[in-house]
């Protein structure tokens, strides 16, 4: 079934469908309606895949969808139009530019911690940029998933954007087949095999992972404020989420204080019990719940450590005094588990960070620009966010994506449909002045030679008169004003 799908994907690509500008912008138009057309049913689905709160809905994934919809449609002549570039001189009265184009037929891979936004960001570029797109929701989120498929054959074109749902041998049978871009969003375990079977064809692939993003927390700054926004970004969504800030590292001085201020944010957010707050999700299934409370094993929770199998709850947790090489530190948490790591100075922070896996993300909380400026300088991650979290995945002019072990590639807005276009190089000549290209055909002499750093010689010169004569006219016209 997986092999039809995306063999009509294909024939239907090759009709070129998909290329024309007024196309797209109907489809994205129509993938817009359905967001708030179905927003009631993505929030029911939500709440029974992972107790999402209806008021979080639109908050952590309807709305950035529609600004990147909305920004595709009216940038999108732009985005697609020609790209003019630097000239030689021996290309002068030549046509020279980029045209973007599509890449064909492409995978989509979701993930379930985010299973709207992390899905159909991708699609918007993949459409924006005259794809064809096979999507792939997570199996995990089997409620939006579901309804996923429901929905876009009612929406988008059914052919060029089907919805393929399943678990491990519907993705194994789709990664078999042979496409012209993978997109892929989950962890490094199952990038890898992505990436290993893309290989198999030569497919690009965009790998958007994770990893343990540090949490920077510098003695000179307010601290109720920065335990406000780390406290928001690390239990938001019961703690999966991919830039949610892992760990935190601060001084041992302020480490105590760090933990009250986190104590007296939860009980803001959620009141002294968040099992019967609304505003508080759950872990996605029995396995990963059985994962997370297994990093805890062997640890006092200084705050939170409660948990309920029954309902996948575990409460919001912070650990003091971790040691760097405990297990809590060696893979990516994806739930609500905050472990404290002591160091002794920036120097310490700094070396800590560069010494592990390049994060996804890296969030600094310090009112010292020298502090801020070291850390920017001398750190690295696919992004980082200064006294905040997560804010930075919110603007579609900033590149998403991860480095090295957290990922390849980028999207959001305008980077996204490049990422999903083939930058073509355009050289377009004339046939006419054929006499200066003789010299390059053979049979090659010194005559020939000597013929070419002539003629080399003589465009040289001439693009310097050139340049004089402008400078010489816009001294001219200074001169005049000025007098």
């Known amino acids: 079934m997986e092999m039809q799908v995306v063999q009509r994907a294909r024939e239907t690509f090759l009709t070129r469908r998909s290329r024309p500008l007024e196309f797209r912008v109907q489809q994205l138009k129509s993938l817009q309606r359905m967001i708030t057309d179905r927003q009631g049913e993505i929030a029911t689905a939500l709440k029974q895949d992972i107790n999402r709160s209806q008021y979080d809905t639109p908050l952590l994934e309807l709305i ?62 993949a459409i924006a940029a005259g794809n064809a797109a096979v999507v ?10 579901s309804l996923l498929k429901a929905l876009l054959p009612r929406y988008l074109d059914q ?36 990436m290993e079977a893309a290989a198999r064809h030569l497919t690009p692939v965009t790998l958007e992972l994770g990893g343990k993003s540090p949490c920077y927390i510098d003695k000179d700054v307010d601290l109720r ?35 009250e201020g986190i104590r007296q944010t939860l009980l803001e957010f959620y009141g002294p019990d968040p099992k019967s707050s609304p505003d508080y999700g759950r872990i996605i299934n029995q396995r990963h719940f059985n994962r997370v409370m297994a990093l805890l094993d062997g640890y006092t929770a200084a705050l939170g450590g409660q948990s309920d199998s029954s309902q996948r ?3 919001p947790t912070v650990v003091k005094d971790v040691p760097p090489y405990a297990r809590l530190m060696q893979e990516e948490i994806f739930g609500p588990l ?14 800590f960070i560069s010494e592990r896996e390049k994060p996804l993300a890296i969030y600094v909380f310090s009112s010292n620009k020298k502090v801020i400026k070291r850390m920017l300088a001398e750190t690295t991650s696919g992004g980082v966010t200064v006294n905040d979290v997560m804010m930075h995945y919110t603007l579609n002019s900033l590149p998403f994506g991860g480095v090295g072990q957290s990922g390849t590639g980028r999207y959001h807005g305008k980077h996204t449909f490049d990422q999903f276009s083939h930058h073509r190089a355009c050289l377009v000549k004339s046939l006419g002045m ?11 002499n010194h005559q020939k030679g000597t013929y070419i750093w002539a003629v080399t010689a003589s465009i040289v010169a001439l693009g310097l008169l050139v340049s004089l004569t402008v400078i010489l006219i816009l001294a001219a016209g200074v001169s005049c004003t000025c007098w």
């Not at 970004?233 to 601060?250: E, H, M, R, S, W």
């Open 64 to 125: 950035g969808l529609e600004n990147e919809i909305s920004l595709a449609v009216s940038k999108l002549a732009q985005w697609d139009a020609p790209r003019p570039v630097e000239k030689s001189l021996l290309t002068i009265s030549d046509q020279v530019y980029i045209q973007p184009e599509p890449l064909g037929v492409v995978l989509i891979i979701g993930a379930w911690n985010y299973p709207w936004a992390l899905t159909l960001q991708p699609l918007v570029g």
């Open 136 to 145: 792939k929701p997570s199996e995990l989120s089997e409620y939006s998933a």
């Open 159 to 194: 052919e060029l954007y089907p919805v393929v749902c399943g678990g491990v041998s519907e993705t194994q049978e789709l990664l078999r087949q042979r496409f012209d871009h993978i997109f892929y969003t989950g962890n490094s375990t199952v990038g890898k095999l992505v």
């Open 225 to 259: 404020v920065a335990c406000r926004r780390i406290t928001w970004g690390k239990f938001v969504n019961c703690g999966q989420t991919c830039i949610a800030p892992d760990y935190i590292l601060c001084e041992p001085s302020i480490q105590n204080r760090v933990v």
């Open 313 to 315: 709850y575990i409460a």
């Open 338 to 351: 905050l472990p404290i790591v002591t160091i002794s100075d920036v120097d310490d922070a700094i070396h």
């Open 434 to 444: 054929e006499r200066v290209n003789m010299p390059r055909y053979p049979p090659q």
